[in-house]
């Protein structure tokens, strides 16, 4: 096989996601999130079409920029109500065996001692297939929800993440050693003592004095995601993440970010090749071209402006309903709405978009690459993306199970035909499939292993 | 049917929950606490034998007072290492339609506004079939690993618990309108949003400003157990809980405390029949005498009295390293020890209990009475127990699956035909197949239902 591409399946424990109103249509089953068997059906599909893992993204807060109030996104279902994402998780588990389980936890949520022992267990219970998206929270809402008066500045947020990652690494990887489980029934000893210690942290943000309370899972620390985009992001991904989720909609430039975050890496030690990039898209297929753009104008009609209003004002930070709708956004001078509108332009294009436009597109795309083609056209597209450095690829969709079902018939067979994607999983836990064989554990420079107790 | 007996199995997602030693057993499968079908196996055969619920307790410490470490807990595996037991949950309820699933959570543990979105999204995953173990920790282990240098008085650990649940309340009965959620397609509009609110709680132990992320869930706020056995504790449990865990050998005193209970909860308003009380026992049974004792003595000799120590030590906040074998107890003037010991006294007896007997028993019991004889023995003990006050059991195991399946195949049947334990269960939530049709939610005038938003 050539250099394989990889695919997750990009989801969220609510209606939804990236694609507000689309949850009228009736295909769609997201009114259903409650129901596991919803997510079980799926995590099988997945499975069937040989994703390497289904990646669920979460907030703790609602999208309360636009208009300054979470009405738009209330009405929208535009992540809100939003569950949990981490309980999904083991059901899906047991009704598979390969598939990968990525899901968001922000170093807000919960104290580090508490979140290590949740991902051991669900490392346990998975044997081996769990993965961390590791986010700081961008609403202020969220801290508020915490019963904090808003975040923490930009980099420093960075900071706590940096300390909480360590409390972590030094519970996963330095409280029990690889021996420490005996399971001696004659002499009816379980763990050698001798062999657990507590840890011993007390940080800037965090304190902690004790034992990890699981014993060592199959991975010890789970595959590490992260998504920094930002400087201060990027340089957090170059030293901790394994795989990094980046976006943009140009593959030159998104090409060149991660050329320099391989770099950075490189620079901190570690193989730059042990860093997997994953492309936000989302992608419409069928038959024919003219079935595709059928799809791509029922899916158009079915976007509601409000709900991708509320989601764009979250994203960026800015109250657009401040703004007239034939606006054009390269006049809003701020950081984000200009990293928005960049990703929006077509390569080489002049064109600047109103608020009008933008919208519509952001709601159908979720602000990345729409992919749109026959499944030999898009095999081509990711093929383009790979050439320009990309590794993977997070599929949004349209609609559940629609979208996934739309991939794995039509789009996965033409790439595992051209031996670019795989047709069977690597044995053993998320990080072997990835990585390859061998590699269940993270290997030296990375920041983990120094706290390893061998 | 006469008043049925209700029955949950008492569990942790660990080696050895209450019975130290035993684990090295070759019919006990506890080794295999990491493996979901371990889990899956065990929920399907209570609901074959028409278990109420499966009872999970926690703790977030190791037992590290014995001894003034954690060295014989690790050896033995008593309750460390331990897992979370909430992701245990989805698997079971995905392979189960009635089971209920009652899990402990310390409010040490989580921010509220975090914990109240775990127990919604639990709820939904389940259809209404979560009830929460209100637990405000005992072991100072617990403290020191979330980076405080010890427990709070215990007095004032309620306090906490209070505002707690408090906020819990605010958040599950009070953010969303029963009829917030329209999932109008024609209009586009999934939740109306001058029917979602955000709570604005500022205590003094916690800050909350925000709206549950979670719709409404079957039961709203999870069924509340609760084990309080001070004064404080049964002042909270007669407050707030529905389900009370109780325990202790003599029926009369039980009885008695079972009682003041609901004289205190009737004299807060509500009604003392919507109490359940549960106590802790271990069952062995089998044919014939003969036949329960052989397996008596086989159990016996399996207990390690180590283990037993390490948990005993942990219970009572005493260090019993520090006694000889053959000292007898009455002379330790505590009251948590004073509570053992008498609750170990048989009824009527004069004995008087050596740490040695002592740590045997508890070794083989878990503190609570253990109920031999053959299936038609059990059902008259158990009537026993009912005539005195109780309504229900937890019942802790020996080996697992065994100590469940013998009661299943054996006890079960019994009842059943005695009319004294369910064949079918209720339909509806958890809330309603242990207090009637009709009973999803909480009703006047728990606590709860003052932050109801109609």
Redesign the interface.
Known sequence: MRKRIYFNAFHM?C??HQSP?L??RPEDRM?QY????TW?ELARLLERGRFDALFLADV???YDVYRG???AA????AQ?????P??????M???TEHLGFAFTSSTL???P??FA??I???D??TKGRIAWNIVTSYLD?AA?????SELLPHDERYDVAEEYVEVCYKLWEGSWRDDA?V?D??R??????AR?R?IHH?GRY??????H???P?PQRTPVLFQAGASPRGREFAARHAECVFVSGLNPAKVGELIRQTRLQAGRLGRDPADLLFFLYAKVITADSEAAVQRKYRDYLESV?DEGALALLSGWAGIDFSKYADDELLQFVETNAVRTLTQSFKRPASAHRWTLGELVKLVGLSGGGPLLMGTPEQLADTFENWIAAGVDGFNLAYMVTPGSFADFVEGVAPVLQRRGLMQTEYQDGTLREKLMGAGRARLRPPHPAVQHRWT
């Open positions: 424990n209606v939804v109103g949850w009228v009114t409650t129901d596991l068997n079980v703790i807060g609602p109030n979470a009405e209330l009405r929208q279902a809100m109500p939003v569950n949990d981490m309980l999904l998780i083991p059901a588990a047991q009704a949520q919960y104290h001692f508490i022992r949740l051991s267990t669900l346990h219970l809402s508020r929800s915490l019963g904090q489980v399971k029934r004659a009816g000893i379980y763990a050698d003592p657990v507590a007390e965090f304190r902690s004095d004790g034992y309370l699981a014993e899972s509601r």
